[in-house]
């Protein structure tokens, strides 16, 4: 049986547009020949996602973005295609995906999180939970716009400050300022002479100063030497022995208040006080009548005469004591 031209003609415009279709479904990742999985996901905002982002597990591609689409005309939420290349590969119903930024410089990516608690699997046309992981430049950001914020505050801030600094110096403030200023280098000109004569005294006295600093390094060193000696000494045992002195004084001047012993009785009996009162006048008397009548103690006589009858003092009598011519 013969094929006609025309029949042959047919067969090859068929087999090229099969061909062509295969080589355009290969170049958008589509794989033809194995069994794939469509599965979709919904973000509010897929800024850096495109058509063939990869989609991975635990780092490891098992797909690729078919599409990206509005649900709705209002835009949101946007409905991204997921196709994944081995349908055998399990992946649950409850299982996550979640769309991150690998690197600050490139696109996002789609990273699916198993569940592995859950035993029903996700088939084809089945929307997986979708969660938004922030990268590292929107990280960033978030956290630079608060600063920005301050930043806009301080320079308006600013801005009203030197306005009301601008309406605070006026002409006659501004000439006050220059005043000051001038006063103040006149100050700081005066103190610069101050401090060469300062300089010039300690350099004459330089010696003396010297002197004086190694004086007070000896009377330090002497100071040290002592506080040394004071350290040695047993304040403890001092103090100890000083109290026992003092209970025993204290003993003594209790056995003198109660008129214990010799000492208490002459400080408790007038007695004593009475008796030597008493002998002191009998011993002036005695004195007296010595110097008066010396003749009834001591008897001379040269001449023969007769002595004068002895006349004995009482105890009333006033003694009187020849006066210093």
Excluded: C
């Amino acid at each position: 049986m013969k094929i006609s031209k025309e029949i042959k003609t047919s067969l090859f415009v068929i087999a090229a547009l099969l061909f062509f279709v295969w080589g355009y479904r290969f170049l958008e990742g589509r794989n033809l020949l194995g069994s794939t999985k469509v599965l979709y996901v919904e973000f509010d905002n897929v800024d850096g996602l495109g058509v063939s982002s990869p989609v991975t597990i635990n780092g490891l591609a098992i797909g690729k973005v078919n599409s990206v689409h509005p649900k709705n005309k209002f835009g949101r939420p946007i409905v991204v295609e997921m196709q994944i290349d081995n349908a055998d590969f399990f992946i649950s119903k409850s299982s996550i995906a979640k769309l991150y930024a690998p690197s600050p410089i490139g696109g996002k990516q789609i990273q699916i999180v198993l569940n592995t608690d859950d035993a029903q699997e996700a088939v084809s046309g089945d929307t997986l939970k979708g969660q938004e992981i922030p990268g590292l430049l929107d990280d960033f950001s978030a956290k630079l716009q608060p600063l920005a914020d301050r930043v806009g505050l301080m320079v308006v801030s600013a801005d009203k400050l030197l306005t009301n600094l601008n309406n605070v110096l006026d002409d006659k403030t501004k000439a006050n300022l220059r005043n000051s200023i001038a006063n103040l280098d006149s100050t700081l000109a005066e103190f610069k002479g101050a401090s060469a004569t300062l300089n010039k005294t300690l350099s004459d006295n330089k010696s003396k100063i010297d002197r004086t600093m190694t004086n007070l390094d000896k009377v330090s060193g002497n100071f040290a030497v002592v506080s040394d000696s004071l350290a040695k000494i047993e304040f403890g045992r001092t103090a100890k022995s000083l109290e026992q002195a003092l209970v025993k004084v204290n003993t003594i001047m209790a056995g003198l208040e109660s008129g214990q012993g010799t000492a208490g009785k002459m400080l408790k009996d007038d007695t004593l006080y009475k008796n030597l009162s008493k002998t002191s006048k009998e011993l002036e008397l005695l004195l007296q009548d010595l110097r008066l009548n010396p003749t009834r103690y001591v008897n001379v006589s040269l001449f023969g005469k007769k002595n004068k009858p002895y006349k004995a003092p009482t105890a009333n009598d006033t003694i009187t004591y020849p006066s210093k011519k």
